[in-house]
């Protein structure tokens, strides 16, 4: 297929193009470009590098759905790949392929029920650290609880440990790898990491910091020293269709350390963002909270409650269009392609952009979109809008493998602290976004907490 016009877009600087102005606006950069180029607009970064960016729902289902085989994550998934090596998210082809069919059953919902009660039993927990700190008057980073808790959710999800057992190495360990990671994939031209300068020497250690931890927890399910029913137990068992033979060390560590850090962050950023809005929609909360005691009551959640609370799945689901944990999906074009006559040129140096940000911001798509609504995913509400006007959790063969498990754990976190505390923000702070490779809420989301009844 071929296009016969270049997508239109700015000039940019003659050397560096519109690099200054995306890397100091970057997210109103891109609302920006598509007011005024339309529904697909490019831009240079730099003397070589050009970003073609899409917005229209039809334009993201051929790339996403319709012809996916014309595309591959290309360099985003090779930047992370330096952490992640080459698991769900970042490999290809018929690797990746195999990977997906292997992994799948464990994200069906029989298989995620019984983790009802390891996400319940992490809320309690978090809920008693917050009874019992020194000073109940001080404000709280809800952004670094969250974390704390997805990750210990994520961890007994996945291998049956806590890996917050061994806080003091995991924790700086995930902080500088998701920093030094954070660096690469929104840099131009990442230094290579077999040079020996600060940032990629710490990176280093880190990586090797987890690499034990994640490896200790193979060797000692291997040896029987552990059991669990879990991700690694099924990943561990699965056989390959043709060779018969099991996934190696290497590869189980690459699988698990990808659901790891993809399933912790950009849920912990979720709930992060959810409490802010919440805190700003008073009207909302109570909604909420009604909801949750007239569903629940004091009872202790079930799996079957999770569908049942649906008003909170609607302010999630509003939270994560207004501020979609992945922004950003990039593609590279595998051979020469074309929307609505625009060339889309197959090379290494045009990066394909499909921003759930920019595309849950589009007035044809959401009317008032800075406005946070629920009501807007009510079941009428939602009728006749375009499938991908929102894409949260991606589309296509390569959507989100943790969409489910995410949505329970939201959901069952934000009904155990509805419960329990009204949250309020500090004074004078204000939410700003950080776009990384997750959009960060930046300084976290300090709060204070009214407690509603004496747990
Ligand atoms: C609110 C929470 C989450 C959000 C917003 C989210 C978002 C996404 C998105 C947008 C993609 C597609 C990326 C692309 O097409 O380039 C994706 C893929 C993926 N997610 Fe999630 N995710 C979340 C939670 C989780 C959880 C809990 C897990 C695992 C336990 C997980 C594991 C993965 C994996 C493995 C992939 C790659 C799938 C593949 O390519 O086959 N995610 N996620």
């Known amino acids: 297929m ?11 600087h003659w050397f560096w193009g519109s690099l200054r102005e995306r890397r100091s606006e970057s997210l109103p950069f891109l609302l920006r470009m598509h007011r005024e180029y339309g529904d697909v607009a490019q831009w240079r970064m730099g003397p070589v590098n050009r970003v073609l960016s899409l917005v229209n729902p039809e334009h993201v289902k051929h790339v996403l759905v319709e012809h996916v085989g014309r595309y591959t994550k290309g360099v985003g998934a090779q930047r992370l790949s330096a952490m992640l090596g080459n698991g769900l998210l970042t490999s290809e082809g018929d690797f990746w392929k195999r990977q997906r069919r292997l992994a799948q059953p464990a994200f069906h919902l029989e298989r995620l029920v019984p983790l009802v009660r390891v996400m319940e039993e992490e809320g309690r927990y978090m809920l008693e650290r917050w009874r019992t700190r020194p000073d109940p008057s001080a404000p709280l980073d809800l952004a670094q609880e969250m974390a ?112 790891f850090i993809a399933g912790y962050e950009t849920t912990a950023n979720a709930l992060a963002w959810t409490w802010s809005l919440l805190s700003e929609h008073p009207e909302v909360e109570e909604q909420a909270r009604a909801e949750v005691a007239q569903v629940l009551g004091e009872r202790v959640p079930t799996a079957e409650d999770v569908p049942r609370l649906r008003y909170l799945s609607q302010v999630l689901e509003e939270s994560m269009r207004l501020h979609p944990p992945a922004w950003v999906m990039v593609r590279q074009a595998l051979e020469e392609d ?21 595309i849950h911001r589009q007035p044809s ?30 589309a296509g063969q390569r959507h989100c493998i943790g969409q489910r498990f995410a949505m329970m754990e939201m959901v069952l976190l934000l009904a155990q602290v509805l419960r329990r505390y009204r949250l309020r923000r500090v004074p004078g702070w204000r939410a700003e976004q950080e776009p990384l490779v997750a959009l960060r809420p930046k300084g976290g989301v300090p709060m204070h907490l009214e407690p509603l009844t004496s747990p």
């Open 2 to 12: 071929t296009g016969t016009r270049e997508a239109p877009g700015p000039r940019g």
């Open 148 to 259: 704390r808790t997805t990750l210990s959710i994520a961890s007994r999800a996945l291998f049956s440990t806590q890996v917050m057992d061994e806080a003091d190495r995991v924790l700086p360990a995930l902080t500088v790898a998701q920093q030094e990671v954070n660096g690469r994939v929104l840099s131009l031209l990442p230094l290579p990491l077999g040079l020996p300068t600060p940032g990629n020497r710490a990176f280093v250690r880190a990586r090797q910091t987890l690499d034990a931890v994640v490896f200790d927890i193979i060797a000692r399910r291997r040896s029987g020293e552990t059991r669990g029913q879990d991700l690694l137990a099924m990943l561990m068992e699965a056989r390959d269709a043709d060779t018969g033979e099991g996934m190696t060390d290497g590869q189980l560590r690459d699988e698990l350390m990808t659901l």
């Open 338 to 358: 074309a929307l609505d006559g625009f060339r889309i040129p197959a090379s290494p140096r045009l990066i394909v952009a499909i921003s759930p940000w920019v």
């Open 365 to 394: 798509l959401w009317p008032e979109p800075e406005r946070f609504n629920p009501e807007r995913f009510s079941p009428e509400r939602s009728a006749g809008r375009p499938r991908l006007a929102y894409l949260p959790f991606g």
